[in-house]
């Protein structure tokens, strides 16, 4: 009997086993089928780690190499759509994490620069690489689309004729990035744009690719901004405020809006209202992240603004993930010193997880419009 027959019938004498093996076959899944989304299991001790950890205990195991499979993105919209995660224990941590969250301000202003640090920062050279030429780390519009820079391009355009800008407005950027969406509204707007960011990484980047804009890039948070502008976005940022600061993120919106502005908000955003992270994305991706509800954005605005327009259009973050994932793929030879093999897997797997979980409508992404109310209603493009 060969070595690969012996380790075959030792898996599936396996305790666990059996009881992974029958969650997998929900979504269509087999343990080392033949298909590019089955999982090819290499330890033993996977399935006792994955049914006592749950989805860090998936996670953590892929980075150590103890499973692989050539299609992630495919796996993971079969097990979401099958409602596996529900299915998988919560580990006792997970429990208290979420009950903390409840009680403890998990992004408080000192609590707020960690996700700046651990995730943002991790290095421009990554990002540049994964990223268009205007740095949008969130989702590109694919309505005409093909490429991710048209996408980009897209989307870029679409918030800025959503704003109505006009030239000499002044835009405040909550959540400014690299600066790709603040050059884009400087450069083909004429607006004067003021952004901020927790992120030394991308507030250095963005100074330098708005070099003679009227552009001003701040490391600040959101919580000490008092001015007046015209107009305010804020792209991919509202999911590190979390629930406890909804109220005072919308007190600073409409503190820094004119009374006759506009105010767009692009975000991730939840089918349900709870507190709970994926614990793997907690600890590996997003330290402190909590996806908003439409219940907690409409209780958080209600009293500040006019709720003009709601644009869902997460299926095309499934896109978006992809193209990341794919130059990710292609460029890594060029940074793969820089990194560990571990961070290769890592970064991989969390790509492939998110554009799973919006191609199987788990997650969504949504622009809204606000003012104080337009008279005869506001036009809002698509």
């Excluded at 009680?103 to 990223?131: C, P």
């Excluded at 901004?225 to 015209?230: A, H, N, S």
């Excluded at 890592?346 to 191609?359: H, Q």
């Amino acid at each position: 009997m060969s070595s690969s027959c012996i380790e075959e019938v030792s898996i599936k004498n396996n305790p666990w086993y059996r009881i992974v093996s029958e969650m997998l076959t929900q979504a269509g899944v087999e343990i080392n089928g033949p298909r590019p989304f089955d999982l090819q299991v290499k330890h033993p001790d996977f399935f006792k780690r994955v049914l006592q950890e749950g989805t860090l205990g998936l996670g953590e195991s892929y980075m150590d190499g103890w499973w692989d499979c050539d299609r992630l993105d495919i796996f993971f919209h079969n097990a979401i759509r099958a409602g596996l995660e529900n299915q998988l224990p919560h580990h006792l941590k997970d429990t208290l994490r979420v009950a903390a969250a409840r009680i403890i301000n998990l992004q408080s202003k000192k609590r707020a620069w960690i996700v700046g640090k651990e995730h943002y920062d991790l290095g421009n050279d990554l990002f540049t690489r994964m990223l268009d030429e205007h740095m949008q780390y969130s989702c590109g519009y694919w309505k005409d689309a093909s490429t991710l820079s048209d996408a980009q391009n897209a989307k870029l355009k679409m918030i800025c004729d959503k704003l109505h800008l006009e030239p000499g407005m002044t835009l405040l950027d909550i959540g400014c990035g690299w600066g790709g969406l603040a050059e884009f509204a400087a450069r083909h707007y004429g607006v004067a744009v003021h952004g901020v960011t927790i992120s030394a990484e991308q507030q250095k980047m963005a100074q330098e690719r708005c070099v003679g804009l009227d552009v001003t890039i701040l490391l600040q948070d959101y919580r000490d901004l008092d001015m007046q502008f015209d107009r305010i976005v804020s792209v991919g940022m509202f999911e590190h405020v979390g629930p406890k600061n909804y109220a005072t993120y919308f007190n600073v919106a409409d503190r820094n809006l004119k009374p006759d502005g506009i105010f767009l908000l692009h975000t991730i955003g939840s089918n349900k209202t709870d507190n709970i992270v994926d614990p793997w994305i907690n600890k590996y991706i997003f330290p402190n992240g909590c996806l908003p509800s439409v219940r907690q954005i409409a209780e958080a605005s209600e009293g500040h603004f006019v709720m003009e327009d709601w644009h869902n259009f997460g299926a095309d973050y499934d896109k978006t993930l992809m193209a990341w994932h794919e130059r990710f793929q292609n460029y890594w030879p060029e940074i793969a010193n820089n990194y560990s093999e571990r961070f290769k897997r890592m970064f991989s797997y969390y790509l492939n997880a998110c554009a799973g979980a919006f191609r199987a409508r788990d997650i969504q992404l949504w622009q809204i419009v606000f003012t104080r109310g337009v008279e005869h209603g506001l036009r809002v493009p698509r």
